[in-house]
Each structure stands twice: as C-alpha cells, then as structure tokens.
C-alpha cells in the first residue's frame, strides 16, 4: 500500500483497500470462530494432547487394538505440525483417510465419521488449526507390531468398511434431527466408543450405539430402549446429562472416564440447540436391548459375598439401601451406567476414584485397598441390589485389568493433577496451601482446611465449589505424597478422606467443625 502512495495514487484509494482489508479480516475471524466451534464439536483436543503437553501439539497415546499409535501435532508448526499443509491437504486427510504424503491414515482417526462433515466446516476447522500458536513438538514413533504397522495393508480394511462421503439429510425428517444427525453420525463420531459391536474406525457395523467397551471403559447405549438406554429419560434430562455430566430427577449417576472428559472439553461447551438436536436423532434411532433381564442369571443379593463388602466400604456414603444422599452421593439404586450390559465403568470408578462435579462429594479410591474378588463382588451386589439387574461378572480377570489401567491421581497411581483453572491455581498459591498442607495429620485436617478455605474463595469468588475441592486436593497431593507418614493407613485413603473432608467443609463449614476426624474415608468398618 505505501507502494500506490508512493506512485501519487490519493487517500481515497487507501481508505478503500483499507475496508476491503478490514472486511476480510473479519470474514477471517469469523471463519476461525466458527472452526474453534467445531473442532470443539470433535474434540479434537482429546486425542491430539498429551498429559502435560501443549494444546493439539500431538503425541498423545491411542491404546488401540492393533498397537500404541501416538498423535500428530495438528499447530501450524512448519517442520513438526501442519504449517506447509493447505486445505486441500487436511480436507483429504479428514474426508478420505489420506495423509499429505499419499499414505493411509490408521482409523484410530475417526474419518469414517468426519467423511460426513461438509467441505466449508472441514476449511473453518483447518483455518482454526492455522491460527493457534505453533508448537514444535516432534511426533514420537507409534508402537505397532507386523503386520499393522504395513500401512498399505490398510486398503483391506478401507475396501470393506469404508465408504466416503458427505452426510446425506433425511427429506422426512425434521431440520433439528437431521443436525443432530449430522453432529451425533459425524463431528460427535458417538459410535466410536457406543456402538455395540466395533472394529477400529467402522461407523457402520451392527450394534448402532448399543453400548460397548472402549479403552477399559463401557460406553452405555445410547439408543431409546426402556432399560438398557435412554428411552426413560426426558429429554431434558439427556441434555443436562450431556451438558454437565449429571441428570436431575430420578436419573441418579455422575458421567466417569472418557464420557466425563468429553463432557468437560466438548458437549459442555456446545450450544443448547445443538444439545437437544443430538437427543432428537438418538430418538430415531432404532431401540436396542443391550441385555434381556430375563435371561440374566438369578442373584440373591441378601446372601452375596459383595453385600458385606458394600457395608464395610460403602454404605457410610451410598448408604445401606443405595440411595446415597440427594445432591451430595449419587444413588446406586436405580442408576442406568450401573446397570449398562458390561461392568467397566463401575470397576474403574470403585478402582480409580471421582473428583468433585456437579456439586457432588468426590469419591475415593476405595478399591485400591481392596482385592480384586472383593470389587468384583461388590461390583456384581450393586448392580443387581436394590431392584438393580445387570450380567454379573463371568471373567474374574476383568478387575485386573482394569487395576492395571486405571491411573489415578485418587488412587495413587497417577502424578498429581494440574489445577486448571488459573483463578483457583492462584487463590491456592496465594493461601500458603503448600506449606499449610505439609506433613498434617489427619486429626489436623479440619482446622487446616478451616484456615483455608475461607481465603481461597474470597481471592477466588466466582470459581465453583467443584473445583476448589479438586484444586484444594491436588495442592495436598504435591504436598503430602511422598509422606512416609501416610503410608500405613494408604495414600489413597488419606487423599481420599482429605478430599471429602474439603467438599464437607465447603457445603457446611458450621457443622464439619464441630465434628471429629475419624478413620480416612474409605477404611473398612469393623465386621
């Protein structure tokens, strides 16, 4: 523009190109506005960060079927992410499963579902990608074994499970189920993890969001049947669920694992309208029964080996007729994800542990002082207690497993969590949690916290209780975890029982003063 100054062209030449200049600008913005949305629709954030790593810089583990496969950097980094990528490039890669290089991309990258994402939404999500801040994060080596690791012999899979192309609306049905179709069958990709019967990427196998195992977890069916899926709920239930990861009414349970992660990073940050478009296409679909309850083997619950286990580790909390407490403990009785066809996700929960959500307490990691024929008798008692009927558990080596795989800040078996909210971070850091936290007894928990606590809300005043309980936990992580101090009772029953404690001091302050430190939470009681 100096150039055209220069040559005697006059202002009115300059102002001209100057709003052109704004006006794409603009467009520009607008563009990447709208692919920040649906990559949040994806989540793509999930799978392309790496526990303490930057944002979409890649390396994140995939423990798939067929190996360990690590991400790619999706930033604009030129030697390590996608900055000498055009759009073309990442449209191919996303609508047909084709790399820039020409070479097939593994389905663990769901473009079996976002082969149905249009064409201008695949360029406002790359033009989103284009505007982060580069990273230079070199992509480390997959761990598959031969032959997977032969990507050419991926053309068998892609000639009978893949089809490309565009979602296709349906002309009877209504301008908010096709949305939600488009969302749900595309960017969503929910069958990945609730279809019923998977293999790696196929979005079209029998089984259609029935529910089925992903990565140690069950995924429940999410079709209209009665008892297995979400034909009780309303619909307003099914979109609290998916906004927050809890139901109001009598739809007890709280969202775990994956489901909770993509509750937080993705559905939370959706809009309402697009929320109740997904649960108006899961209506349409067709209603699977994950199991049939009378073919389930007969459980006397009364005289099951798990009924004393669930007393001595459980009902102080969820009470003895699994009701929990309203608000507070959600109840197991009656609870659909406890009664979903596979025992995953209650294994998990029992073995790893909850944080704080939704204004409910966190919940220990009981099972981590715990054998494994214990959480998989108290697993089977409360799923068919109470009224409750669900499969009981037939392979004992399932609770192993999962113990291996369950890594858990809870549970001790995983580094202590990062706070992520920076307001909460800097309240903490602020209130002297750090050395305030150090080498405490339990008996001290009380009044330490009492100290506290007052001073991280009032420098923190709009942060939710949730994550002050969490972050006020996670500060006592760093500060106590490698106390030999706490190593009799366990770590995990000491965090545990200093996190509940935390959650109780915040919704009662008056009352939890005045009441003595007993045995952690999560210690058995005396038979």
């Given at each position: 523009m100096q150039r055209l100054v220069a040559l005697g062209f006059g202002p009115g030449l300059f102002l001209c190109s100057a709003i052109v200049?704004?006006?794409?600008?603009?467009?520009?913005?607008?563009?990447?506005?709208?692919?920040e949305?649906?990559?949040?629709?994806?989540?793509?954030?999930?799978?392309?960060?790496a526990p303490g790593g930057k944002p979409f810089a890649g390396n994140y583990v995939l423990d798939t079927p067929i190996g360990k496969i690590r991400t790619p950097n999706l930033t604009p980094d030129k030697e390590t992410g996608l900055g000498n990528w055009s759009a073309d490039d990442f449209y191919r890669a996303f609508h047909d499963g084709i790399t820039k290089d020409g070479s097939y991309l593994y389905p663990a990258f769901p473009f079996a579902w976002y082969t149905k994402v249009t064409r201008a939404d695949a360029d406002a999500i790359f033009a989103y990608l284009q505007s982060l801040e580069p990273v230079h994060e070199v992509r480390k080596p997959s761990e598959i074994p031969f032959p997977f690791n032969i990507r050419t012999a991926l053309i068998t899979w892609r000639t009978a499970f893949f089809t490309a192309g565009e979602f296709k609306p349906d002309p009877e049905a209504s301008a908010e189920v096709n949305r939600g179709g488009y969302l749900v069958e595309g960017l969503g990709h929910c069958g990945m993890c609730h279809n019923a019967n998977k293999i790696v990427g196929n979005s079209g196998l029998a089984g259609k969001l029935g529910g089925g195992v992903i990565d140690g977890w069950y995924a429940p069916n999410i079709t209209p049947d009665d008892h297995t899926g979400i034909g009780a709920w309303t619909d307003d239930q099914v979109v609290t669920y998916l906004k927050t990861g809890t139901a109001p009414g009598d739809r007890p349970g709280v969202a775990a694992g994956p489901m909770r992660q993509t509750i937080e990073e993705s559905l939370s940050k959706m809009t309402d309208a697009d929320l109740k478009a997904m649960v108006a296409y899961l209506r349409t679909q067709k209603a699977k029964e994950s199991?049939?309850?009378?073919?389930?083997?007969?459980?006397?619950?009364?005289?099951?080996?798990?009924?004393?286990?669930?007393?001595?580790?459980?009902?102080?909390?969820?009470?003895?007729?699994?009701?929990?407490?309203?608000?507070?403990?959600?109840?197991?009785?009656?609870?659909?994800?406890?009664?979903?066809?596979?025992?995953?996700?209650?294994?998990?929960?029992?073995?790893?542990?909850?944080?704080?959500?939704?204004?409910?307490?966190?919940?220990p990691a009981i099972g981590a002082g715990m054998t494994d024929a214990e959480v998989a008798d108290v697993t089977d008692y409360v799923r068919n207690a109470w009224g409750n009927s669900a499969p009981v558990i037939t392979e004992r080596g399932i609770v192993a497993t999962a113990r291996e795989k369950t890594q858990t800040m809870l549970a001790g078996t995983a580094p202590c969590a990062e706070i992520a909210q920076p307001e909460v971070a800097k309240a903490i850091d602020e209130s002297g949690a750090a050395e305030a936290l150090k080498g405490i007894a339990p008996a001290e928990f009380i009044p330490r916290l009492d100290a506290l606590l007052p001073r991280i809300k009032a420098a923190a005043p709009g942060a939710k209780d949730d994550d002050i309980v969490n972050g006020v936990t996670t500060a006592f992580c760093k500060a106590g975890r490698d106390d030999a101090a706490y190593q009799t009772l366990g770590w995990h029953a000491v965090i545990g029982s200093f996190s509940n404690i935390a959650y109780s001091q915040l919704k009662n302050p008056e009352k939890q003063a005045a009441t003595p430190v007993t045995a952690p939470v999560g210690t058995p009681k005396p038979n």
């Open positions: 200049s704004a006006g794409a600008q603009e467009g520009t913005s607008d563009l990447v506005k709208r692919g949305y649906l990559a949040t629709a994806g989540d793509c954030v999930a799978c392309h960060t199991y049939k309850t009378k073919d389930l083997q007969a459980f006397n619950a009364a005289g099951a080996p798990g009924a004393g286990t669930y007393l001595s580790y459980c009902s102080s909390c969820h009470k003895p007729d699994g009701k929990g407490v309203e608000g507070a403990i959600p109840a197991l009785a009656g609870n659909t994800s406890v009664q979903a066809k596979g025992p995953e996700t209650v294994i998990r929960v029992i073995l790893g542990g909850l944080a704080a959500q939704n204004g409910y307490a966190p919940m």
